[in-house]
């Protein structure tokens, strides 16, 4: 009896556990056999991958954190605050083209400075959401501060009060602004500077959706939003106030919302301006953030291809290989004598150019040893630029010149002019004669601070130490890993680093050459280049003047030995011969500057 | 044994602890985390300074910061508590950049890990049998080879070889092997299946020509049916595979006189090849779970059949059957895989060239999940054997000398005495105690692969950990490293503890205590 019994319970249990598994099964099946991609899809307009260094980490390249190339070209791609779709884009020959897809900005008058945003009455974003003059009063909230109420510490601590939206670059310009007047009807924003701000024409106040950060931030409508930007006061730094929640709420997501470690789920995020919208992302080295087009997209700039991908590939070699084997279409990798060999070894396109950072030579005034122009003269005529040029940037990029200007990359058109003018080229090769002569027999030891881990700053500092030797100077090393934080220490008679030139814009001239400025280490001092300094950053709107007066600062810098412009560093982007449009950019964005005039080919 | 555990524990906890202390200050102290803001002409490079000392408070100095750290660690091992490891430079925090690194690195190492020791036991064993044979040199000469070879050497030989070459020659049109490179293939292994079996002079010649001819014939197959555009085991192909691996199994693990295990086997190797016919319908329609659940089932059922077969050895007959069921049906599925191939390879986003050089998957590819398979085996072919390449020539080492060792022991030579035959004496009483060494080198190595193949993920562009650490010590991004440092430390210890339980597994004679 218990046998049977026995017998029944493990055929029930047998049975149990087979119909469980059954239903399991069943459950653990797709329900109709997906078609793979080659069975459903008709044939379309193609994909074109695109290689880059740096993986995306945000689809929002504003705030400190997340200010990466990658993700500027995100941001460019989806037009938000650069890029075409918003007020303008920047193209590689650092022209600021104004884009009308979704509306136009218009000087109204130079002093007071006052400028008029008008979106289009049909501009939309990509979520099929009309774009109002709430975007432009949010963008313009997110980038001049007007809410923030903190002062800071000598060391740029926060001391006191709130800082509500954290931004990569800073409010200045923006800051003098007064709350923007805005016109429903005609749609228009328009903002009068308390000051003259020669930048104006960089500031672009289509940016992020109003509609997401409402939501977002918990209103009932973008009216709403409208309202409360409108009704909250200005902070003020003397009476720092509590946090302001709803503020807090608007700043968290442009802060951190935008960050991403894989593709996120709030679709609110991806809602774009420009012609191309976030698909699929993968974040980290191999991944990749891919593209569709924005079905919304109005502009008469259109792509011929369907779907555009970044893949992130940090070796330079993968990179190359994967362009030889098809997996990429185009690179931008860190051009070395050898990607370039490996390139044209299988038969690759290169495309090559100079990059916007450009290492130089700058003599300390405040030294002991410099303060005498005579030696500064000395030591500049002794510099081996020709040398140091043919040893790092020769075997990358054969056609490539030593830099003539502080103040213009070669990229720009304005270069020629300033060459011309300023007399850097007067350093061509080192006089080591003339220099003995201006020493008059003098031994004067000068200490270089560099970057000891770069290699091309290490070589460049070797044959400057011999060259100077031979005209009598005893050249020291100073270089040190930690070179950075050295800046400005006064340790140094003179040091070898690099600078990233902005391309465009003007704002940055004061902070490398104005007496005390933020970026000026070497105690440079010149009361008429403070005087242009000034007066450049209240030119509007009159870009040949402008143009004057950098080129006049590189004749003054020359004149005073202030030190010497070495070279660019060369850039490099290369196809597999699959693309067709591809044209070199040594700004930020890249290559996919100009995705419109991308075609496949065969 | 409780206390033995504990013990182990409280040890660990406090190497953590010390080990945390001196990695954290030698990675703060390691350079200087605003080079890039202070060197940077940006208008606003003050403020950033500011915000980011203020951040990872960089004001106070690393010792104290690491109490700080220790804090947050601390709320990761007690429920309820927040778990804090910090933000990085860019202020993602590192909970969430570590379960993405180490997931890849896992798919990174996992195969190349359990290939590498297979092959390296099996090449061990076979050499040390064969010892100063010409098998062994050759092995010895090859693992040497290998382990010496730097891996980033591996990687670009591999790229070039094997991915472009491949994909070249699929994508050409004409996809044959071609006579040459077809007589050059059998000759090789005509070469190795010879000194593979040894003998004398006749015995290796007739080897070596049957070995040879039969490559001929199989890649003048493969040919003829355009076997690398339209891949398949076939029913003929999977009858013959299926049939070895039930011999082959059944002879080194029972011994063929062992009529219950060949029959069970025999059971199992049917079975399988049954569902070949039976389940293609479902394969059509199925995910990972399905699968996983039908070799549940495949393994239940050769168990109960090895059950009911068993006889006086049963756990032997058991043993045998499921060994035989599994194989079986992963040719199955395998040979499923391959049918998907085409499909695979004419996808536009393929165009041909399956083979990738870097990442872990083709973006925008949609399919079944045997498309998908398919994508994820081209992309982690070339690094899993490039490091399966580097670690198989130490296990091949280790095995070798552990075997040579165990099989000079008196207690062989009484079971050789005893009248066992020579399969007996190897697998029941060498093969055992050969593993006791091997055992601690897997468990270390677990833990320094953990530690990701720095080298190999940065050239196949696949972000494991050896990445990330790589990275924040770059930039002096103290949490990170630190994150890395916990998950491999973890493991280190972890491993080396279940090494440890292993010996007594393995060797009766050792007890825990």
Request: charged share 15%.
């Amino acid at each position: 009896m218990t046998n049977i019994l026995r017998r029944r319970g493990r055929a029930l249990a047998g049975l149990a556990v087979g119909t469980a598994a059954m239903v399991a099964l069943a459950g653990c099946t797709t329900t109709t056999p997906e078609t793979s991609e080659s069975g459903s899809a008709a044939p379309t307009g193609g994909t074109i991958s695109v290689a880059q260094t740096n993986a995306a980490t945000a689809l929002n390249s504003g705030t400190p954190d997340a200010n990466l190339n990658t993700n500027g070209m995100v941001d460019y791609l989806m037009g938000a605050g650069t890029g075409p779709g918003s007020f303008f884009y920047v193209d590689n020959e650092f022209n600021v083209v104004p884009d009308e897809t979704n509306g136009t900005v218009e000087l109204v008058s130079e002093d007071p400075l006052v400028v008029r945003y008008t979106l289009d009455p049909e501009a939309v974003w990509s979520d099929g959401t009309p774009m109002t003059t709430t975007d432009m009063l949010l963008a313009w909230a997110i980038g001049s501060g007007y809410y923030d109420d903190a002062t800071y510490a000598e060391d740029g601590t926060v001391a006191e009060g709130n800082v509500y939206f954290q931004l990569a670059g800073s409010t200045a310009g923006l800051d003098t602004t007064e709350f923007p007047e805005i016109d429903e009807e005609a749609r228009t924003l328009t903002l009068t500077y308390g000051e003259p701000y020669v930048d104006w024409n960089l500031v672009n106040l289509i940016n992020k959706p109003a509609h997401v950060f409402a939501e977002h931030a918990g209103f009932g409508s973008v009216e709403e939003l409208h309202t409360f930007l409108e009704e909250t006061p200005a902070g003020d730094p003397e009476n720092p106030g509590e946090p302001n929640e709803q503020l807090s709420a608007l700043a968290e997501l442009w802060n951190t919302g935008y960050n991403i470690t894989s593709m996120p789920e709030d679709e609110g995020l991806l809602v774009a301006a420009g012609m191309w919208v976030p698909k699929d992302f993968q974040a980290d080295d191999g991944g990749f953030i891919s593209f569709e087009p924005n079905p919304e997209w109005r502009g008469e700039m259109q792509p011929s291809f369907d779907e555009l991908i970044i893949r992130f590939i940090g070796d330079p070699n993968a990179q190359i290989t994967a362009l030889q084997n098809g997996e990429v279409h185009v690179i931008e990798p860190q051009p070395s004598a050898d990607t370039i060999a490996s390139i044209e070894a299988f038969g690759g396109t290169l495309i090559q150019g100079s990059q916007l950072s450009y290492d130089h030579l700058d003599l300390t005034f405040n030294s002991e040893v410099f303060s005498d122009p005579a030696v500064r003269e000395a030591f500049l005529l002794t510099v081996p630029r020709q040398q140091i040029l043919e040893s790092i940037v020769t075997p990358v990029q054969p056609d490539a010149e030593v830099l003539n200007s502080q103040q213009f990359v070669t990229n720009q058109p304005q270069y020629e002019e300033a060459v011309a003018a300023n007399g850097y080229s007067d350093f061509a090769e080192p006089d080591i004669e003339r220099a003995r002569e201006l020493l008059d027999g003098a031994t004067p030891t000068v200490s270089i601070l560099y970057n000891t881990e770069n290699p091309n700053r290490v070589d460049a500092f070797q044959l400057i130490q011999a060259s100077a030797s031979e005209a009598g100077f005893n050249v020291e090393d100073a270089g040190s890993p930690d070179w950075s934080s050295l800046l400005g220490s006064g340790d140094y008679d003179a040091s070898i680093f690099g600078w990233i030139s902005p391309g465009v814009g003007y704002a940055s001239l004061p902070q490398i050459w104005q007496t005390n400025g933020g970026g000026n280490y070497n105690g440079y001092s010149n009361p008429e280049v403070d005087a242009l300094a000034d007066e450049s950053q209240v030119t509007i709107g009159d870009e040949e003047r402008l143009t004057e007066i950098m080129i006049e600062i590189d004749r003054l810098t020359r004149e005073d030995f202030y030190g010497l412009p070495l070279f660019q560093v060369p850039g490099l982007v290369a196809t597999n011969g699959a693309v067709e449009g591809v044209e070199y950019n040594g700004g930020q964005t890249g290559a996919i500057w100009n995705t419109w005039e991308w075609t496949l080919v065969g | 044994m409780l206390s033995f555990i504990v013990r182990r524990i409280l040890a660990s906890i406090l190497t953590l602890l010390v080990a945390s202390f001196i990695m954290y200050v030698l990675t703060a102290y390691s350079d200087n985390p605003l080079k890039d803001l202070q060197a940077s002409n940006a208008p606003n490079a003050q403020l950033l300074i500011g915000q980011r000392i203020e951040r990872l408070d960089l004001d106070v100095p690393p010792p104290l910061r690491w109490f700080g750290w220790l804090a947050g660690a601390a709320g990761c091992l007690t429920p309820f508590t927040p778990c804090d490891l910090g933000t990085d430079l860019n202020y993602t925090p590192v909970t969430q950049l570590l379960p993405n690194a180490a997931a890849s690195t896992v798919r990174l190492v996992a195969a190349s890990t359990i290939l590498a020791i297979i092959f390296g036991i099996i090449t061990g064993i076979v050499s040390a049998l064969r010892q100063y044979s010409a098998f062994d040199l050759g092995m010895t000469f090859v693992s040497f080879f290998l382990y010496s070879l730097p891996s980033f050497l591996a990687a670009v030989l591999l790229k070039e070889f094997v991915a472009l070459g491949f994909n070249n020659w699929l994508s050409s049109g004409d996809s044959s092997i071609g006579l040459i490179p077809t007589l050059i293939i059998a000759l090789v292994i005509g070469v190795i299946m010879q000194a593979l079996v040894a003998g004398s002079n006749r015995k290796r010649l007739i080897t070596f020509a049957i070995a040879a001819a039969a490559t001929v014939g199989m890649l003048y197959y493969l040919d003829a049916v355009d076997w690398f555009q339209q891949p398949g085991l076939g029913a003929v192909g999977l009858l013959l595979l299926i049939g070895g691996i039930v011999f082959g199994a059944t002879a080194i693990m029972a011994g063929l006189n062992n009529r219950r295990a060949l029959i069970g086997a025999a059971i199992a190797g049917v079975l399988s090849y049954a569902s070949y016919f039976a389940l293609q319908g479902l394969f059509d329609i199925s995910t990972v779970w399905t699968i996983g659940i039908l070799g549940l089932a495949t393994l239940a059922v050769c168990f109960v059949v090895g059950w009911i077969l068993g006889g006086n050895d049963r756990g032997q007959v058991i043993r045998v059957t499921m060994v035989v069921g599994l194989l079986s049906s992963l040719l199955v599925v395998a040979d499923r895989y391959l049918q998907a191939w085409p499909a695979y390879i004419s996808s536009p986003r393929i165009n041909n060239r399956p083979i990738a050089t870097v990442g872990e998957q083709t973006v925008g590819l949609s399919g079944d999940m045997w498309i998908m398979g398919l994508d994820t085996f081209t992309h982690f072919l070339l690094p899993t054997i490039s490091l399966t390449l580097i670690s198989f020539a130490g296990y091949t080492r280790y095995a070798r000398a552990g075997l040579l060792e165990v099989m000079n022991q008196d207690y062989i030579r009484t079971a050789r005495a005893k009248g066992l035959s020579e399969r007996v004496v190897i697998t029941r009483h060498a093969f055992r105690n050969m593993l006791i060494p091997i055992t601690t080198i897997v468990a270390a190595d677990i833990g320094v692969l953990l530690g990701g193949a720095l080298i190999t993920e940065r050239v196949f562009a696949i972000s494991g950990m050896g990445a990330l650490f790589a990275v924040s010590l770059d930039r002096v991004d103290v949490n990170p490293v630190m994150g890395y440092f916990l998950v491999i430390a973890i493991t280190a210890i972890l491993f080396n503890f279940l090494a440890d339980l292993s010996y007594a597994l393995l060797d009766p004679r050792v007890r825990v205590k």
